[in-house]
């Protein structure tokens, strides 16, 4: 597919059906965020790749939507701010970082059939119960990962004009 077209096509899935993610899918979606461009190349991030199955109780305590259960996989992106780049104002770069990583593995997954949704109203406090996660990481997003049970609704998008401020403000 054109990436023009993948970028217009690419949607929020909110109903997934429960088929299984050929493993080598995955493998390519998982490729994609690490390949992804991040500050310095040091890649301040990791994935963590969950399986719904039997896991839907714990899982919901980290986000309550069902839609969010529904796909057989559920990745998660966390970030680790020691291992990232800062500019020279401190500003750190883990999240911006991470966000790439993790729109390249949104944009794979379209490309490949799958669908997602980019969860950040999760709740942190569950996310790092739940999943175990070490004092160091941060919980940044999560998306389901699945084959699409819904169609896509039209997108609002502001004009270009809105968006684009030549030269200066």
């Not at 883990?94 to 993790?102: K, L, N, S």
Request: charged content about 25%; aromatic content about 8%; hydrophobic content about 40%.
């Amino acid at each position: 597919m054109e990436f023009v077209e993948l970028m217009q096509q690419r949607y929020s899935v909110r109903a997934y059906r429960s088929d299984p993610i050929e493993e080598g899918k995955l493998q390519q979606v998982l490729e994609a965020a690490r390949l992804a461009p991040t500050a310095a190349n040091r890649q301040p991030f990791r994935l963590l790749v969950i399986h719904t199955e039997g896991r839907q109780d714990e899982l919901r305590r980290v986000y309550e939507r069902e839609w969010f259960l529904q796909a057989p996989l559920i990745i998660g992106i966390c970030t680790v701010p020691s291992e990232a780049w800062s500019r020279v104002d401190g500003k750190n770069y883990a999240d911006v970082d991470a966000a790439i990583a993790m729109d390249h593995l949104i944009l794979a997954a379209a490309n490949l059939g799958l669908g997602t949704c980019w969860i950040g109203a999760f709740d942190p406090a569950a996310a790092r119960q739940v999943l175990g996660l070490p004092k160091e990481v941060e919980p940044l997003a999560f998306t389901p990962l699945g084959y699409p049970a819904d169609q896509p609704r039209p997108k609002q998008r502001k004009p270009l004009s809105d968006l684009v401020r030549p030269e200066h403000w």
